[in-house]
Protein backbone atom coordinates (compact mmCIF):
# COMPACT_ATOMS: atom_id res chain seq x y z
CA UNK A 1 0.00 0.00 0.00
CA UNK A 2 2.90 2.53 0.87
CA UNK A 3 6.45 2.00 1.67
CA UNK A 4 6.64 2.97 5.24
CA UNK A 5 10.54 2.31 5.91
CA UNK A 6 11.45 4.65 2.53
CA UNK A 7 8.24 7.35 3.61
CA UNK A 8 10.08 7.65 7.28
CA UNK A 9 13.87 7.23 6.27
CA UNK A 10 15.77 10.40 6.75
CA UNK A 11 15.71 13.06 4.04
CA UNK A 12 18.64 12.99 1.54
CA UNK A 13 18.09 16.61 1.20
CA UNK A 14 19.09 18.45 5.10
CA UNK A 15 19.06 15.31 6.55
CA UNK A 16 16.82 14.06 8.91
CA UNK A 17 13.70 16.10 8.01
CA UNK A 18 14.79 18.20 4.77
CA UNK A 19 13.40 21.64 4.02
CA UNK A 20 10.31 23.03 4.58
CA UNK A 21 8.94 22.81 1.59
CA UNK A 22 5.44 24.66 2.25
CA UNK A 23 6.38 27.52 -0.53
CA UNK A 24 6.87 25.57 -3.25
CA UNK A 25 5.22 24.67 -6.48
CA UNK A 26 4.66 21.13 -5.40
CA UNK A 27 3.41 21.59 -1.95
CA UNK A 28 1.18 24.50 -3.26
CA UNK A 29 0.13 21.67 -5.93
CA UNK A 30 -0.79 19.64 -2.94
CA UNK A 31 -3.18 22.01 -1.12
CA UNK A 32 -4.94 22.55 -3.93
CA UNK A 33 -5.16 19.18 -5.07
CA UNK A 34 -7.24 18.66 -1.44
CA UNK A 35 -9.26 21.20 -1.47
CA UNK A 36 -11.79 19.76 -3.62
CA UNK A 37 -14.86 21.92 -4.77
CA UNK A 38 -17.59 23.41 -2.78
CA UNK A 39 -21.61 23.27 -4.06
CA UNK A 40 -22.33 26.35 -6.28
CA UNK A 41 -25.12 27.64 -7.60
CA UNK A 42 -25.81 30.12 -10.70
CA UNK A 43 -29.32 31.36 -10.87
CA UNK A 44 -31.56 28.05 -10.71
CA UNK A 45 -28.50 25.64 -11.92
CA UNK A 46 -26.96 23.86 -8.99
CA UNK A 47 -23.24 22.44 -9.32
CA UNK A 48 -22.49 19.96 -7.01
CA UNK A 49 -19.93 19.85 -4.84
CA UNK A 50 -16.54 17.99 -6.06
CA UNK A 51 -14.76 15.81 -3.91
CA UNK A 52 -11.23 16.27 -3.39
CA UNK A 53 -8.46 14.84 -6.32
CA UNK A 54 -7.60 12.02 -3.47
CA UNK A 55 -5.75 10.51 -6.00
CA UNK A 56 -3.45 13.28 -6.99
CA UNK A 57 -3.51 13.74 -3.53
CA UNK A 58 -1.79 10.35 -2.54
CA UNK A 59 0.66 10.32 -4.96
CA UNK A 60 2.29 13.80 -4.35
CA UNK A 61 2.20 13.27 -0.50
CA UNK A 62 4.42 10.23 -0.84
CA UNK A 63 6.49 12.16 -3.40
CA UNK A 64 6.87 14.93 -1.07
CA UNK A 65 7.19 12.75 2.30
CA UNK A 66 10.31 11.33 0.27
CA UNK A 67 11.95 15.16 0.32
CA UNK A 68 11.13 16.48 3.65
CA UNK A 69 9.04 15.03 6.81
CA UNK A 70 6.14 17.17 7.56
CA UNK A 71 3.27 16.63 9.33
CA UNK A 72 0.96 18.70 7.25
CA UNK A 73 1.56 16.40 4.27
CA UNK A 74 1.55 13.21 5.94
CA UNK A 75 -1.99 13.89 7.55
CA UNK A 76 -3.10 14.40 4.13
CA UNK A 77 -1.58 11.29 2.80
CA UNK A 78 -3.76 9.56 5.37
CA UNK A 79 -7.06 10.64 4.52
CA UNK A 80 -5.87 10.35 0.76
CA UNK A 81 -5.02 6.63 1.55
CA UNK A 82 -8.75 5.87 3.54
CA UNK A 83 -10.32 7.53 0.35
CA UNK A 84 -8.83 5.29 -2.09
CA UNK A 85 -8.17 2.30 -0.35
CA UNK A 86 -11.11 2.41 2.04
CA UNK A 87 -11.11 1.39 5.91
CA UNK A 88 -8.01 -0.58 4.92
CA UNK A 89 -6.01 2.33 4.53
CA UNK A 90 -6.35 3.78 8.11
CA UNK A 91 -3.82 1.75 9.86
CA UNK A 92 -0.47 2.86 7.73
CA UNK A 93 -1.94 6.12 8.07
CA UNK A 94 -1.67 5.92 11.76
CA UNK A 95 1.48 3.99 11.78
CA UNK A 96 2.97 6.73 9.30
CA UNK A 97 2.14 9.63 11.55
CA UNK A 98 3.31 7.70 14.34
CA UNK A 99 6.31 6.64 13.36
CA UNK A 100 7.05 10.29 12.29
CA UNK A 101 6.40 11.48 15.75
CA UNK A 102 8.47 9.14 17.34
CA UNK A 103 11.64 9.50 15.32
CA UNK A 104 11.20 12.58 13.91
CA UNK A 105 9.54 14.82 16.50
CA UNK A 106 12.28 17.56 17.37
CA UNK A 107 13.02 18.32 13.47
CA UNK A 108 9.82 17.20 12.26
CA UNK A 109 7.94 20.22 9.87
CA UNK A 110 6.23 22.46 10.46
CA UNK A 111 8.65 23.33 13.21
CA UNK A 112 8.04 23.87 16.85
CA UNK A 113 7.77 27.69 17.84
CA UNK A 114 11.24 28.47 19.70
CA UNK A 115 10.25 31.94 20.60
CA UNK A 116 7.33 30.21 22.37
CA UNK A 117 8.33 27.49 23.93
CA UNK A 118 8.28 24.84 21.77
CA UNK A 119 4.40 25.58 21.22
CA UNK A 120 2.91 23.01 19.08
CA UNK A 121 0.00 24.63 17.73
CA UNK A 122 0.97 24.35 14.11
CA UNK A 123 1.38 20.90 14.42
CA UNK A 124 -1.97 20.37 16.19
CA UNK A 125 -3.41 22.57 13.48
CA UNK A 126 -2.00 20.03 10.77
CA UNK A 127 -3.42 17.15 12.52
CA UNK A 128 -6.60 18.85 13.19
CA UNK A 129 -8.78 17.27 10.00
CA UNK A 130 -8.40 13.71 11.77
CA UNK A 131 -10.64 15.20 14.72
CA UNK A 132 -12.96 16.50 12.45
CA UNK A 133 -16.46 15.54 12.35
CA UNK A 134 -16.06 16.17 8.23
CA UNK A 135 -12.80 14.93 7.84
CA UNK A 136 -11.13 11.78 7.96
CA UNK A 137 -14.05 10.48 10.60
CA UNK A 138 -16.73 11.12 7.75
CA UNK A 139 -14.44 9.64 5.41
CA UNK A 140 -14.24 6.48 7.47
CA UNK A 141 -17.75 5.85 8.13
CA UNK A 142 -17.72 6.08 4.36
CA UNK A 143 -14.91 3.56 3.18
CA UNK A 144 -15.48 0.26 2.42
CA UNK A 145 -14.86 -2.51 5.33
CA UNK A 146 -15.22 -4.87 3.15
CA UNK A 147 -15.32 -4.74 -0.68
CA UNK A 148 -15.91 -7.81 -3.15
CA UNK A 149 -17.66 -8.83 -6.22
CA UNK A 150 -19.67 -10.81 -3.13
CA UNK A 151 -19.90 -8.18 -0.59
CA UNK A 152 -20.03 -4.44 -0.27
CA UNK A 153 -19.88 -3.58 3.55
CA UNK A 154 -19.28 0.31 4.45
CA UNK A 155 -18.11 1.10 8.16
CA UNK A 156 -21.04 2.96 8.44
CA UNK A 157 -23.51 0.38 7.93
CA UNK A 158 -21.92 -1.66 10.76
CA UNK A 159 -23.05 1.59 13.05
CA UNK A 160 -26.03 1.96 11.45
CA UNK A 161 -27.23 -1.70 12.18
CA UNK A 162 -25.37 -1.50 16.10
CA UNK A 163 -27.79 1.69 16.06
CA UNK A 164 -24.93 3.80 16.59
CA UNK A 165 -25.86 6.30 13.67
CA UNK A 166 -29.20 7.05 12.25
CA UNK A 167 -30.00 5.73 8.88
CA UNK A 168 -29.59 8.02 5.57
CA UNK A 169 -32.56 8.72 4.43
CA UNK A 170 -33.67 6.30 1.47
CA UNK A 171 -30.11 4.06 2.08
CA UNK A 172 -30.34 0.36 2.09
CA UNK A 173 -30.06 -0.67 5.96
CA UNK A 174 -28.19 -4.06 5.92
CA UNK A 175 -28.94 -5.52 9.24
CA UNK A 176 -27.00 -7.31 11.93
CA UNK A 177 -27.76 -10.66 11.17
CA UNK A 178 -26.59 -9.97 7.35
CA UNK A 179 -23.64 -8.46 8.78
CA UNK A 180 -22.38 -11.16 11.07
CA UNK A 181 -22.73 -13.22 7.95
CA UNK A 182 -20.47 -11.32 5.71
CA UNK A 183 -17.81 -11.33 8.58
CA UNK A 184 -17.76 -15.02 8.75
CA UNK A 185 -16.63 -15.36 5.22
CA UNK A 186 -13.19 -15.06 4.16
CA UNK A 187 -13.07 -11.36 3.43
CA UNK A 188 -14.61 -10.46 6.69
CA UNK A 189 -12.07 -12.73 8.82
CA UNK A 190 -9.28 -10.50 7.17
CA UNK A 191 -11.28 -7.45 7.95
CA UNK A 192 -11.84 -8.42 11.59
CA UNK A 193 -7.83 -8.86 11.94
CA UNK A 194 -7.45 -5.40 10.19
CA UNK A 195 -10.12 -3.86 12.27
CA UNK A 196 -7.58 -4.76 15.66
CA UNK A 197 -4.46 -4.06 14.27
CA UNK A 198 -6.24 -0.46 13.46
CA UNK A 199 -7.13 0.14 16.68
CA UNK A 200 -3.92 -0.43 18.30
CA UNK A 201 -2.68 1.85 15.27
CA UNK A 202 -4.77 4.25 16.51
CA UNK A 203 -4.51 4.03 20.55
CA UNK A 204 -0.64 4.05 20.38
CA UNK A 205 -0.74 7.28 17.82
CA UNK A 206 -3.47 8.88 20.57
CA UNK A 207 -0.95 7.85 23.32
CA UNK A 208 1.89 9.14 21.31
CA UNK A 209 0.80 12.70 20.61
CA UNK A 210 -0.43 12.96 24.38
CA UNK A 211 2.92 12.30 25.25
CA UNK A 212 4.16 14.74 23.43
CA UNK A 213 1.92 17.56 23.75
CA UNK A 214 -0.92 16.47 26.27
CA UNK A 215 -4.43 15.84 26.05
CA UNK A 216 -5.40 19.00 26.17
CA UNK A 217 -3.93 19.88 23.12
CA UNK A 218 -3.57 16.96 21.31
CA UNK A 219 -6.28 16.39 18.65
CA UNK A 220 -9.14 14.49 19.82
CA UNK A 221 -9.05 10.83 18.38
CA UNK A 222 -11.64 9.18 20.69
CA UNK A 223 -14.72 9.42 18.15
CA UNK A 224 -12.06 7.90 15.34
CA UNK A 225 -11.57 5.11 18.15
CA UNK A 226 -15.25 4.60 19.36
CA UNK A 227 -16.04 4.11 15.67
CA UNK A 228 -12.86 1.42 15.20
CA UNK A 229 -14.35 0.07 18.43
CA UNK A 230 -17.47 -0.35 17.22
CA UNK A 231 -16.48 -2.62 14.12
CA UNK A 232 -14.92 -4.86 16.57
CA UNK A 233 -18.63 -6.07 17.84
CA UNK A 234 -19.32 -7.44 14.72
CA UNK A 235 -15.49 -9.33 14.22
CA UNK A 236 -15.71 -13.00 14.30
CA UNK A 237 -13.46 -14.51 16.45
CA UNK A 238 -10.58 -14.55 13.72
CA UNK A 239 -10.00 -11.22 14.64
CA UNK A 240 -8.45 -12.10 18.61
CA UNK A 241 -6.78 -8.89 18.21
CA UNK A 242 -9.53 -6.66 18.63
CA UNK A 243 -10.66 -8.67 21.79
CA UNK A 244 -7.70 -7.91 22.97
CA UNK A 245 -7.57 -4.34 22.47
CA UNK A 246 -11.07 -3.70 23.33
CA UNK A 247 -10.66 -5.21 26.79
CA UNK A 248 -14.63 -6.96 27.39
CA UNK A 249 -14.14 -10.54 25.82
CA UNK A 250 -13.14 -12.99 23.02
CA UNK A 251 -14.38 -15.85 21.68
CA UNK A 252 -12.93 -19.17 23.06
CA UNK A 253 -12.52 -20.40 19.51
CA UNK A 254 -10.16 -19.19 16.27
CA UNK A 255 -10.64 -18.90 13.11
CA UNK A 256 -13.77 -20.60 12.29
CA UNK A 257 -16.19 -19.04 9.83
CA UNK A 258 -18.58 -19.37 12.29
CA UNK A 259 -16.98 -18.41 15.44
CA UNK A 260 -18.49 -16.58 18.09
CA UNK A 261 -18.70 -12.51 17.99
CA UNK A 262 -16.05 -10.73 19.83
CA UNK A 263 -17.06 -8.64 22.57
CA UNK A 264 -14.93 -5.41 22.67
CA UNK A 265 -15.18 -1.90 23.30
CA UNK A 266 -16.37 0.91 25.67
CA UNK A 267 -19.98 0.42 27.03
CA UNK A 268 -21.84 3.55 26.98
CA UNK A 269 -25.42 2.52 28.07
CA UNK A 270 -27.57 0.34 29.70
CA UNK A 271 -28.59 -0.86 26.66
CA UNK A 272 -24.91 -1.77 25.77
CA UNK A 273 -24.32 -3.51 28.63
CA UNK A 274 -27.17 -5.70 28.04
CA UNK A 275 -26.64 -6.55 24.45
CA UNK A 276 -23.23 -7.61 25.95
CA UNK A 277 -24.72 -9.79 28.29
CA UNK A 278 -27.17 -11.14 25.65
CA UNK A 279 -23.78 -12.00 23.57
CA UNK A 280 -22.29 -14.06 26.24
CA UNK A 281 -25.29 -16.14 27.00
CA UNK A 282 -25.41 -16.75 22.90
CA UNK A 283 -22.17 -17.52 23.04
CA UNK A 284 -22.41 -20.42 25.87
CA UNK A 285 -25.71 -21.57 24.20
CA UNK A 286 -24.08 -22.52 21.20
CA UNK A 287 -21.10 -23.50 22.22
CA UNK A 288 -21.34 -25.13 26.00
CA UNK A 289 -24.84 -26.03 26.03
CA UNK A 290 -24.66 -27.84 29.16
CA UNK A 291 -22.93 -24.87 31.54
CA UNK A 292 -25.57 -22.97 33.96
CA UNK A 293 -23.85 -19.20 33.19
CA UNK A 294 -26.87 -18.48 31.07
CA UNK A 295 -29.48 -19.02 33.62
CA UNK A 296 -27.62 -17.09 35.98
CA UNK A 297 -27.22 -14.24 33.50
CA UNK A 298 -30.90 -13.97 32.22
CA UNK A 299 -31.75 -13.71 36.13
CA UNK A 300 -28.91 -10.60 35.78
CA UNK A 301 -30.63 -8.99 33.09
CA UNK A 302 -33.87 -9.00 35.33
CA UNK A 303 -32.52 -7.46 37.64
CA UNK A 304 -30.96 -4.41 35.71
CA UNK A 305 -34.20 -2.36 35.82
CA UNK A 306 -35.41 -3.73 39.05
CA UNK A 307 -34.97 -1.18 42.19
CA UNK A 308 -33.08 -2.45 45.45
CA UNK A 309 -36.38 -4.00 47.24
CA UNK A 310 -37.72 -5.39 44.12
CA UNK A 311 -34.09 -7.61 43.58
CA UNK A 312 -33.96 -8.61 47.73
CA UNK A 313 -37.95 -10.27 46.86
CA UNK A 314 -36.38 -11.69 44.08
CA UNK A 315 -33.30 -12.82 44.99
CA UNK A 316 -33.87 -13.11 49.15
CA UNK A 317 -37.83 -13.39 49.74
CA UNK A 318 -36.99 -14.14 53.72
CA UNK A 319 -34.92 -11.18 53.80
CA UNK A 320 -37.61 -8.85 52.64
CA UNK A 321 -38.76 -8.38 56.15
CA UNK A 322 -35.54 -7.64 57.67
CA UNK A 323 -34.66 -4.98 54.88
CA UNK A 324 -37.99 -3.24 55.33
CA UNK A 325 -38.05 -3.42 58.94
CA UNK A 326 -33.99 -1.85 59.00
CA UNK A 327 -34.78 0.81 55.76
CA UNK A 328 -38.03 2.00 57.21
CA UNK A 329 -39.65 0.69 53.98
CA UNK A 330 -43.41 -0.26 54.19
CA UNK A 331 -44.79 -2.82 51.18
CA UNK A 332 -48.86 -3.24 50.55
CA UNK A 333 -49.27 -7.37 51.47
CA UNK A 334 -50.97 -7.32 47.98
CA UNK A 335 -47.31 -6.88 46.67
CA UNK A 336 -46.40 -10.41 48.27
Known sequence: MIDLDQLLAEASESPPCGPDLEYEAPFLELEQASRGKP??????????????????????SEELLGRSKDLRIAALLV???????????????????????????????????PDDDN??????????????????????????????RQIQLLVRDVEVALEKLPAKEGAEVVSLSQITEMMASDEGQAAGELVGGTLEALKALASALNEKV??????DLRPLVTTVTHLTQVCSSGGDQAAADGGEAEGAESGGGGGPLAITGDIRS????????DKVIDYFAR??????????????????????????RDMV??????????????????EY
Not at 91 to 109: A, F, S, V
Not at 306 to 311: A, K, L, P
Open 270 to 277: RRDAIVMI
Open 79 to 113: QALVATEGFAGLKPGCELLLGLIERHWDQLHPQLD
Open 214 to 219: GADRAP
Open 119 to 148: DPIMRMNALAALADPDGLLRQLRESHLIRS
Open 39 to 60: EQQYGDTVVPAEEPAWGQVRKL
Open 317 to 334: PDGLTQIETIAGIKTDEE
Open 287 to 312: HEPSNPAPLLLERAKRLIDMNFVDII
